[in-house]
């Protein structure tokens, strides 16, 4: 199976990262840019798992390791199963 998984702050934690990211856009003349939220991806491959469950146990791929779950979120996405 390969999957995606998307973990990004929640709204309201502090994102220095991406406000850094931001300000150098605009310093580049991209004045037009309002903000900036930064995330990360990660692209799974694993043995064949029953289509039902597939999703159940990304997640818990996520709530053991992949994401904080006290001040981020995720999204899983399965691409081939």
């Known amino acids: 199976m390969k999957a995606r998984i998307h973990v990004f702050l929640k709204e309201g934690v ?3 990262q991406g406000k850094a990211v931001m300000n150098a ?3 580049l003349g991209f004045g037009e840019v309002q ?3 930064q995330g990360k991806f990660f692209d799974v491959e694993t043995d064949p798992i029953a289509p039902g469950e597939a999703e159940g146990r990304l ?3 996520c709530q053991k ?3 904080n779950p006290v001040i981020e979120n ?3 996405e399965v691409l081939e199963p």
């Open 14 to 16: 502090l994102d220095p």
């Open 74 to 76: 995720y999204r899983v």
């Open 25 to 27: 856009l605009r310093t």
């Open 65 to 67: 390791l992949l994401a």
């Open 59 to 61: 997640r818990e791929y």
């Open 35 to 37: 903000s900036v939220r």
